[in-house]
């Protein structure tokens, strides 16, 4: 007797479980294949309510509204087998040398047993009942029994039937996703491989829903020619390393990811390529554009620039050469007033070829920015004097001798 109550309350749990879950109902009996297809949706997740250890454990109870084919496509497993189980009854089948722990044993495998059978048969309930309440009794009635009603008529028959009865979806419509999904590749627009992919296989997905099969090897073959069109090295190496796969290697899928990143690689190459065109394309745009006098003060400036930076070397030559110079110690028998004497010939000497290059390089301004011209921008503030020259600073004591004649008087005035 507590064994009939546990069963009844396995099964009672179960049903109740699955007759809750939500299904959208079909209204009326002019539904159509879009409108049957949405609510097996959620009656597929609805028999995923309740675990089970059955087909595969993974997927609760969702064999029963799926034929062989389809529960092997639904799980991805092409092995997977199942079948409804049998009442396994409530007594052990216990022989007569039996040890206690064989009999243990059998009693328990029993219990469980009992468990997944009861269940199953409480899910199996729960779907029929769930299915009848969200149709319209128009679309079943042909199965119903006048003695027994549904009671015999498992879910899967019912949704077979649902299925069967629908209304054909509009040729006009159905005639668009098959052309979608015969779409060309496009190799010169923005539309990669990828996505190209994606959207075929989204298309493949709807025109299942419609009873219409597509088959991956004729799309392959298809593609494959089209391939062989495509004028780019990279894609007429992906063909070839396609051809050299195997059979077994030869699937949608490998065939999907192996051109799909070939793919990417062209499209690489040929932003690379289009990159360096545009930039050598600039360049001889900006110098057609440039007039003969703007090309000439180009010119110019940049000679200008070197000599300057020339004259900047020979200065700091010159300077560097008039500090290191000293005099030798005189011997016994030396003069130092005439060592000192040459030493100083010598300072004026330099100091003469250097007021020379400054008068003579173009800039009344040398040297200082005070003897006359604009002040130049592009020299660094002096140390001493903090303003903007070129070379030695004038006013830095013992560099007088060297300004320009004109710039000392200038000084003796201020």
Same mark, same amino acid.
């Given at each position: 007797m507590a064994a009939a109550i546990s069963v009844a309350t396995i099964r009672n749990t179960a049903y109740n479980v699955i007759k809750t879950q939500e299904v959208r109902r079909i209204t009326n009996g002019d539904y159509d294949?879009?409108?049957?297809?949405?609510?097996?949706?959620?009656?597929?997740?609805?028999?995923?309510?309740?675990?089970?250890?059955q087909g595969g454990g993974s997927h609760g109870h969702a064999w029963l509204i799926k034929d062989e084919a389809g529960y092997r496509e639904f799980t991805g497993d092409a092995t997977i087998t199942v079948a409804e189980m049998t009442n396994p009854g409530l007594k052990a089948t216990i022989g007569a040398t039996d040890s206690h722990s064989v009999i243990a044993q059998k009693t328990?495998?029993? #219990?469980? $047993?009992?468990?997944?059978?009861? %269940?199953?048969?409480?899910?199996?309930?729960?779907?029929?009942?769930? !299915?009848?309440?969200?149709?319209?009794k128009a679309a079943i009635e042909e199965l119903e029994d006048e003695e027994y009603g549904f009671i015999r008529v498992t879910p899967l028959a019912l949704l077979q039937h649902l299925k069967n009865e629908a209304d054909v979806v509009d040729a006009i419509?159905?005639?668009?996703?098959?052309?979608?999904?015969?779409? #060309?590749? $496009?190799?010169?627009?923005?539309? %990669?491989?990828?996505?190209?992919?994606?959207?075929?296989?989204?298309? !493949?997905?709807?025109?299942?829903?419609?009873?219409?099969?597509?088959?991956?090897?004729?799309?392959?073959?298809?593609?494959?020619?089209?391939?062989?069109?495509?004028?780019?090295?990279i894609i007429r190496n992906a063909l070839d390393g396609w051809n050299t796969k195997s059979a077994t290697d030869q699937t949608w899928v490998k065939f999907k990811e192996h051109f799909i990143e070939a793919d990417k690689k062209r499209r690489k190459a040929i932003k690379a390529s289009a990159d360096g065109k545009a930039n050598r394309k600039d360049f001889a745009n900006n110098a057609q554009e440039m007039t003969p006098a703007a090309m000439s003060a180009m010119f110019a400036n940049a000679m200008g620039t070197f000599a300057e930076a020339a004259e900047e070397?020979?200065?700091?030559?010159?300077?560097?050469?008039?500090?290191?110079?000293?005099?030798?110690?005189?011997?016994?028998?030396?003069?130092s007033d005439d060592l000192e004497a040459k030493l100083a010939a010598y300072k004026m000497e330099i100091a003469g070829l250097k007021r020379k290059l400054a008068a003579g390089d173009g800039h009344p301004n040398s040297g200082d920015t005070s003897g006359g011209g604009a002040s130049e921008e592009r020299y660094p503030l002096c140390d001493h004097?903090?303003?903007?020259?070129?070379?030695?600073?004038?006013r830095k004591p013992g560099n007088e001798h060297l300004a320009p004649e004109k710039w000392r008087k200038a000084q003796q005035k201020e």
């Open positions: 294949l879009e409108e049957y297809n949405k609510f097996a949706k959620d009656v597929l997740a609805a028999s995923q309510a309740v675990p089970s250890t328990q495998e029993l #219990a469980a $047993d009992n468990d997944t059978y009861h %269940t199953q048969e409480g899910v199996k309930a729960g779907l029929r009942d769930l !299915i009848i309440s969200k149709v319209p419509d159905l005639n668009v996703k098959l052309e979608e999904r015969n779409e #060309a590749i $496009d190799f010169e627009g923005e539309t %990669t491989l990828k996505t190209f992919f994606q959207l075929i296989d989204k298309r !493949i997905k709807e025109l299942k829903k419609y009873n219409v099969a597509s088959s991956h090897s004729e799309l392959m073959v298809r593609y494959l020619l089209q391939l062989q069109q495509c004028d780019s090295d070397s020979i200065h700091a030559a010159i300077e560097s050469k008039f500090n290191s110079f000293k005099p030798t110690k005189p011997g016994v028998s030396g003069n004097c903090g303003r903007k020259h070129k070379g030695v600073c004038w």
